[in-house]
């Protein structure tokens, strides 16, 4: 019997007209149904690549909390990996199912939602702001830093708390996904631009380039991991190995100017835009080229010098305290700048609703993606039913693990997630800007200001994280959407990819951070694994609680000026022209030295020195493996991290330590 149209095993679909990037995506071929969109083989790619990325973003995470979008990347793995599983049994005789672009959309979106727990779990800031090494750092004696408000780190609870705030985001915007993608025709450039790759892999010609930039990955992953297992040997000890290399000098090397030979940073400084590693060169110098030695002058006068440099009274407090100023001034710009764009946008499509321009008539191709994308669709009853149980569940364990989080506090961010989810959603199609970060500093300071000294500092820091899990994870399933939407997958099957996918995350997340923080000396801001997030955190939470009374002498006037320059520089890039507007630095990746140090920064630019001199000598070919070649150096160096790791755990320490010292 011949199969009925839509339910079928599987569906004929129309030969796109053109040959542009998304057409030439989809050759005549089948869309199997969502049951076999998700597979065994598809689940355990998605795992590998899950997890070896949650080791590499850990890292960034615990340098210096700056991690380079890698969705692209993750892509061409999965691709890599099911392909090559494909082929190696097509060769053993063994027939194995195609591999579909459906398929290979499904594996990229769980292993992102995987890693992504990584990213924004908060292993480098608000979690890791609670343990008690960050307490001490930020001041025992500080006002609003309560004794005893801190919880050391531990895979249960992390796993338990991840496991509560992670999957309330999954289901809260389900219900508006054709508004979004269809009925707005938000535009959400990353989750286009990974359809455009993944489509472009399923061609003759996207084959042929896939090869290449899988060698090209592959030659540069093993390049960086040995050459990062070469430098490991000459690093036995304080200050020594290749890391400490003072490439313009000692005195530029004490105040943290120098290459450490990181290729974990040049590529992703190869990913990055010229302006935003320019942007992070200007911060660098700016402040420990010029005011950190200016400042330090100032011991006894502006500070006590009695009293060590990592005291939040000290230097150490001019640095965190102006780089919030700066992180808040360009966060809170850009979050007042897409809430007035949303709702413009939204009073335009009301206004125009009921109009029908000639161009607003669907093609063919688009009515065959909109088939699709409706046809699979989750129950309406269960998103809402699944979203109250998930609610209940959270205020019942939340409150639980920490006592300071009063159960109103969970069902008040519960009440208003969907608002501020969509919010989010809509901001990220129309621009690429996921603001979670920024509706948990919101959250965090209302919710230290309101549950006052004793609670304040704790409440906040997971009120934080509960807000951004929730809007966050809104945003990212909604641009898996828009990659679902363009390569003709269905809907169900990448919620399902995405749950499975964020419960790795909420296991695999904890246990790599676990490894790290036994590994290695997180949190020192004295050596590599500075965690410069963590330490501002919680001081964002003192705030909260204790106003500008925390601020050590003139770092609020200091603080002031920073923050002015953040809303003008935003204002100066919306304004101006765009030949000048695009030359205005940006305030946030301007700040991230402030803490960190500058070296990271030299790393970034090298990476862009490289991309600007191929892109001089070889323009098409740069565009087609620069990301390839970047993945491949920040794979190959941050996949070391794990053994180094388990050397250090097994107090096997590097038998040599190159240092250098001035002959004078």
Known sequence: MAPRAREGRFEEIRELDGDDELGAGHAPGRVPPWREQLTARGMVASLAVGAMYSVIVMKLV?????????NVSAALIAFVVLRGWTK??????????????QENTVVQ???????????????GSYLLALDKKTYEMAGEDTQGNVPGSYKEPGIAWMTGFLLAVSFVGILALVPLRKIMIIDYKLTYPSGTATAVLINGFHTPHGDAMAKKQVNGFTKYFGISFFWSFFQWFFSGGDNCGFSQFPTFGLIAWKNSFLFDFSLTYVGAGMICSYLVNLSLLLGAILSWGVMWPLISDLEGDWYPSNIPESSMSSLQGYKAFICIALILGDGLYNFAKIIALTIKNLIEKSKLKNTKKEEDIPVLDDLHRNEVFVRDSLPTWLAYCGYIALSVLAVIAIPMMFHEMKWYYVVIAYVLAPALGFCNAYGAGLTDMNMAYNYGKVALFI???WAGKDSG?????VGCGLVKSLVTISADLMHDFKTGHLTLTSPRSMLIAQAIGTAMGCVIGPLTFMLFYKAFDIGNPEGPWKAPYALIYRNMAILGVEGFSALPLHCLQLCYGFFGFAVVANLMRDLFPAKYGRWVPLPMAMGVPFLVGASFAIDMCVGS???????????????QMVPAVASGLICGDGLWIFPSALLALAKISPPLCMAFRSTH
């Open 62 to 70: 615990l340098t210096t909390g700056l991690v380079p979008t890698l």
């Open 88 to 101: 190696a049994l097509a060769r053993l005789g063994v027939v194995a199912r195609p591999f579909t672009r």
């Open 109 to 123: 979106t769980c292993a992102v939602a995987c890693y992504s727990i990584a990213v924004g779990g908060g292993f």
């Open 447 to 449: 919710l230290a200001a």
């Open 457 to 461: 500092v704790v409440a906040g820091l």
């Open 609 to 623: 020195l490289v991309v600007f001199i191929w892109h001089r000598f070889d323009r098409s070919k740069a565009a």
